[in-house]
């Protein structure tokens, strides 16, 4: 009877969590798309989502830091859900559920790295672009014999009028 209890909380808990990692999931891929199209208007339209699905992922870890301090107070293994499940029967559906969520949460990591990637490449394509524009096509020196910037021939090809 006393563990149908926990099975019932977790269980709620779990499908809260399912709901939210599956939002999350979604924005994940859009955004994705996103980054992958250079569609900046799409970027600034879905952070207003991302901040929503990064507040609930947040009740969901609040929520879980509440059953582990109460399970703890009960005596129980409470270092994490999954512990706290070992207590239930081999077969129960909320084992299943943790698995699930541990799942769900590594493609979400996936899924953010990603995005993250593709996020860091835009930006070094971006900074190569500053540079040959603020260069005039070559490599910024590192030294020079006068201490000042190399001025070359006084012009550079991509944002004079001239080119």
């Not at 859009?30 to 990064?54: F, H, N, Y």
């Not at 009960?74 to 029967?89: K, T």
């Not at 769900?104 to 490449?121: D, G, K, M, P, V």
């Not at 070094?124 to 672009?129: T, V, Y």
């Amino acid at each position: 009877m006393y563990m149908t209890v926990w099975e019932t909380e977790i269980a709620t808990f779990l499908k809260e969590l399912e709901q939210a990692q599956d939002e999350a999931m979604e924005t994940l891929r859009r955004k994705q798309a996103l980054l992958a199209s250079s569609d900046t208007a799409g970027l600034k339209a879905i952070a207003p989502e991302e901040r929503r699905v990064a507040e609930r992922l947040g009740t969901c870890l609040k929520k879980r830091g509440e059953l582990l301090k109460i399970a703890a107070s009960e005596g129980l293994n409470a270092d994490s859900i999954e512990r706290l499940v070992e207590h239930f029967p081999k077969n129960s559906a909320v084992r299943q559920q943790v698995r699930r969520s541990i799942r769900r949460t590594r493609l979400i990591q996936y899924q953010s790295l990603t995005n993250w990637i593709l996020t860091q490449r835009s930006i070094l394509h971006l900074n190569q672009l500053i540079e040959l524009i603020a260069f005039k096509g070559g490599s910024a020196p590192t030294y020079n014999r006068d201490k000042k910037r190399d001025t070359g021939n006084g012009g550079g090809n991509l944002v004079d009028r001239v080119a």
